[in-house]
């Protein structure tokens, strides 16, 4: 039996007086491995400690402790979530009493009290909440998100940020994610490697189980809480949205459901079953965690040093069935929505018509566009089908671009002719 | 980090992109890839099928209407809302019939019990091959794979009669105590 000393608080202390001696070290000398251009020293730890980072979602307590005990002394941390009583296993940053409170705010405070000379900020709220300059401050960009969604969005955005005259627009992406024994890391070059949209297609979607199943014979208790979710919900109280994070109607939910259950002879409907299959809750195993967040810091610390070659792109860990890891480069695609082609920015007199436009978009030797359709954010400019929407489109063309979009919106124009949508950054020029 | 940007010029030396203007709304991927498969639905629609957009900006809100010629369902006019969220192609869209109809595949709430829209949605599949799927199933309803139970059990023991109760069903008529909408003669 090995005995582990508790950490008393003299020793704590000590530990705050530390010199990192080993990560110094680690900076300090060039390695086998170590980048020949690379120059180690002074230099280099600078400008590891003035790295700007952000780190965010669940895997957050792991990635923000790992920065901070890494040398990076200026973290940014965002989360949207509240701490809940079921965080407390694994989320080592929180405590009973924190409850309720913003996770953000609580591990940022933590963190900082606890290691010295490092600056936390939180922000309690949405990725979604910032604009690029938000993010344009930061060296990089450190994700533990827990949707492919938000993944989706950052990735994008950053995407859009390059700008070949400016390098520090570049904010290399972090990618971790966990699903029980199962993770993945991934570095993210924006415009430079694969994205997260040319990878979409690998992400194994969300088990659903045959609506004709759930409506006739339920098998498992989730087929009766699936049911209940779906059907029971909507012939019952279709004018109201459920609120899964309300818990009359997951109560609601749970008593139907087990009154399914009882039907067909099925046991195992609990509450808690009830909100994790509603909710689409993914076990979390905190060592899982723990290896894909340290995986993904390693990164972190090893782009913003450059002591030594970083992950290229995408690696993959299975723990589910022994152990396996595997390292692999997945190549970008070619006709990505979002970084297959940048936006490119094209000069207009606001004065000209959509036609006009059009027709210039057909005589562009990289478009030659015959049929296209084009849209901004918010308006459908002109679609070429279906008919209907031709027809509600049609009064578009001879509108001045000045009425349809402002000075530098962007327009998306896809062709039946190309696999692979343009974009294009309108500037008028009178 | 400066070896990144080293490499990064190295890899687009060629690239002319320009500076940046302000920065203002982007088209999403989500728009990109519904704005292509609409436009591939040109040798689809055809005469049984078109769409209409209640607000022609949204692109992701549309209604589908079916009026196929020839099966049992011939002659009606089936309407399909779709609802689809930015997180499209990598969830399926919505898809209801807003319409109370007599159909094993769906039921009276309009939910659709159609393979791609659920368990087998891919995000290499696109808006035709779920409006394909809807097509079929006024073509080969299927007893199989029941979401009405009492159409099901109808089709699968007798195929005549219920016929007979799809076209009473159509003209707004009642088919075992229910009560159908009227859906054809539009």
């Given at each position: 039996?090995?005995?582990?000393?508790?950490?008393?608080?003299?020793?704590?202390?000590?530990?705050?007086?530390?010199?990192?001696?080993?990560?110094?070290?680690?900076?300090?000398?060039?390695?086998?491995?170590?980048?020949?251009?690379?120059?180690?020293?002074?230099?280099?730890?600078?400008?590891?400690?003035?790295?700007?980072?952000?780190?965010?979602?669940?895997?957050?307590?792991?990635?923000?402790?790992?920065?901070?005990?890494?040398?990076?002394?200026?973290?940014?941390?965002?989360?949207?979530?509240?701490?809940?009583?079921?965080?407390?296993?694994?989320?080592?940053?929180?405590?009973?009493?924190?409850?309720?409170?913003?996770?953000?705010?609580?591990?940022?405070?933590?963190?900082?009290?606890?290691?010295?000379?490092?600056?936390?900020?939180?922000?309690?709220?949405?990725?979604?909440?910032?604009?690029?300059?938000?993010?344009?401050?930061?060296?990089?960009?450190?994700?533990?998100?827990?949707?492919?969604?938000?993944?989706?969005?950052?990735?994008?955005?950053?995407?859009?940020?390059?700008?070949?005259?400016?390098?520090?627009?570049?904010?290399?992406?972090?990618?971790?994610?966990?699903?029980?024994?199962?993770?993945?890391?991934?570095?993210?070059?924006?415009?430079?490697?694969?994205?997260?949209?040319?990878?979409?297609?690998?992400?194994?979607?969300?088990?659903?189980v045959p609506l004709c199943t759930l409506a006739t014979?339920?098998?498992?208790?989730?087929?009766?809480?699936?049911?209940?979710?779906?059907?029971?919900?909507?012939?019952?109280?279709?004018?109201?949205?459920?609120?899964?994070?309300?818990?009359?109607?997951?109560?609601?939910?749970?008593?139907?459901?087990?009154?399914?259950?009882?039907?067909?002879?099925?046991?195992?409907?609990?509450?808690?079953?009830?909100?994790?299959?509603?909710?689409?809750?993914?076990?979390?195993?905190?060592?899982?965690?723990a290896i894909i967040a340290a995986a993904c810091c390693?990164?972190?610390?090893?782009?913003?040093?450059?002591?030594?070659?970083?992950?290229?792109?995408?690696?993959?860990?299975?723990?589910?069935?022994?152990?396996?890891?595997?390292?692999?480069?997945?190549?970008?695609?070619?006709?990505?929505?979002?970084?297959?082609?940048?936006?490119?920015?094209?000069?207009?007199?606001?004065?000209?018509?959509?036609?006009?436009?059009?027709?210039?978009?057909?005589?562009?030797?990289?478009?030659?566009?015959?049929?296209p359709t084009l849209r901004s954010e918010e308006r459908?400019?002109?679609?070429?089908?279906?008919?209907?929407?031709?027809?509600?489109?049609?009064?578009?063309?001879?509108?001045?671009?000045?009425?349809?979009?402002?000075?530098?919106?962007?327009?998306?124009?896809?062709?039946?002719?190309?696999?692979?949508?343009?974009?294009?950054?309108?500037?008028?020029?009178? | 980090?400066?070896?990144?940007?080293?490499?990064?010029?190295?890899?687009?030396?060629?690239?002319?992109?320009?500076?940046?203007?302000?920065?203002?709304?982007?088209?999403?991927?989500?728009?990109?890839?519904?704005?292509?498969?609409?436009?591939?639905?040109?040798?689809?629609?055809?005469?049984?099928?078109?769409?209409?957009?209640?607000?022609?900006?949204?692109?992701?809100?549309?209604?589908?209407?079916?009026?196929?010629?020839?099966?049992?369902?011939?002659?009606?006019?089936?309407?399909?809302?779709?609802?689809?969220?930015?997180?499209?192609?990598?969830?399926?869209?919505?898809?209801?019939?807003?319409?109370?109809?007599?159909?094993?595949?769906?039921?009276?709430?309009?939910?659709?019990?159609?393979?791609?829209?659920?368990?087998?949605?891919?995000?290499?599949?696109?808006?035709?091959?779920?409006?394909?799927?809807?097509?079929?199933?006024?073509?080969?309803?299927?007893?199989?794979?029941?979401?009405?139970?009492?159409?099901?059990?109808?089709?699968?023991?007798?195929?005549?009669?219920?016929?007979?109760?799809?076209?009473?069903?159509?003209?707004?008529?009642?088919?075992?105590?229910?009560?159908?909408?009227?859906?054809?003669?539009?």
């Amino acid at each position: 039996m090995v005995k582990i000393p508790a950490c008393s608080k003299t020793m704590r202390q000590n530990i705050d007086k530390l010199p990192r001696t080993y990560l110094d070290n680690l900076l300090s000398k060039p390695g086998p491995a170590s980048d020949p251009d690379w120059v180690p020293g002074p230099e280099t730890i600078s400008a590891l400690e003035s790295s700007k980072v952000l780190g965010a979602g669940g895997l957050g307590c792991e990635i923000l402790k790992n920065l901070a005990l890494s040398g990076f002394k200026d973290i940014h941390v965002i989360d949207m979530d509240t701490i809940d009583v079921s965080n407390l296993n694994r989320q080592f940053l929180f405590r009973e009493a924190d409850v309720g409170k913003s996770k953000a705010e609580v591990a940022a405070a933590f963190v900082e009290k606890r290691v010295k000379g490092v600056k936390i900020t939180p922000y309690n709220g949405k990725i979604q909440d910032k604009d690029e300059d938000y993010y344009m401050q930061f060296k990089m960009v450190i994700c533990g998100l827990d949707s492919i969604e938000a993944r989706r969005w950052i990735n994008a955005t950053l995407v859009d940020m390059v700008d070949m005259e400016d390098p520090e627009s570049l904010k290399p992406l972090i990618d971790g994610g966990t699903e029980g024994f199962k993770g993945q890391a991934r570095v993210i070059l924006p415009t430079m490697n694969s994205c997260i949209e040319c990878q979409l297609d690998m992400h194994a979607p969300r088990a659903a189980v045959p609506l004709c199943t759930l409506a006739t014979i339920p098998r498992q208790p989730s087929h009766c809480i699936e049911w209940a979710h779906i059907i029971a919900w909507e012939e019952h109280r279709k004018d109201e949205v459920l609120d899964t994070d309300d818990p009359e109607h997951i109560t609601w939910l749970y008593q139907k459901a087990l009154a399914r259950a009882q039907d067909f002879n099925i046991p195992g409907v609990t509450y808690s079953l009830t909100q994790g299959v509603v909710k689409n809750i993914i076990p979390a195993i905190a060592s899982t965690n723990a290896i894909i967040a340290a995986a993904c810091c390693n990164e972190a610390f090893k782009i913003a040093t450059s002591c030594n070659p970083f992950l290229q792109n995408y690696m993959m860990y299975s723990g589910d069935e022994g152990v396996y890891t595997y390292t692999f480069d997945t190549e970008r695609k070619e006709d990505c929505p979002v970084c297959g082609n940048l936006a490119r920015n094209l000069t207009v007199n606001p004065n000209m018509t959509l036609q006009d436009l059009i027709d210039s978009l057909g005589e562009r030797a990289e478009a030659q566009l015959k049929k296209p359709t084009l849209r901004s954010e918010e308006r459908s400019l002109y679609s070429q089908f279906p008919q209907s929407l031709r027809e509600q489109t049609a009064p578009n063309l001879s509108k001045k671009l000045s009425e349809l979009v402002v000075d530098g919106e962007e327009i998306g124009v896809s062709d039946p002719a190309f696999t692979i949508a343009f974009k294009y950054k309108l500037i008028f020029v009178s | 980090m400066l070896k990144i940007w080293s490499m990064k010029q190295q890899q687009q030396k060629d690239a002319n992109a320009e500076g940046a203007g302000p920065k203002k709304k982007k088209v999403t991927a989500a728009q990109l890839r519904v704005q292509k498969d609409l436009a591939e639905l040109e040798g689809t629609l055809g005469r049984t099928m078109k769409t209409s957009f209640p607000n022609p900006d949204d692109i992701l809100n549309f209604t589908l209407t079916i009026e196929p010629d020839e099966g049992m369902y011939k002659g009606g006019s089936f309407h399909f809302n779709f609802a689809i969220n930015q997180n499209f192609p990598h969830d399926p869209p919505k898809v209801k019939c807003t319409q109370k109809i007599y159909h094993p595949n769906i039921d009276l709430e309009g939910n659709v019990c159609l393979n791609i829209l659920r368990e087998d949605w891919k995000p290499v599949l696109n808006l035709n091959a779920v409006i394909v799927g809807l097509q079929f199933l006024f073509l080969e309803p299927n007893a199989s794979d029941p979401l009405n139970k009492e159409a099901a059990e109808d089709l699968r023991s007798n195929r005549e009669g219920f016929k007979r109760n799809v076209r009473t069903s159509m003209s707004g008529g009642a088919v075992k105590h229910e009560n159908y909408e009227r859906v054809i003669g539009k």
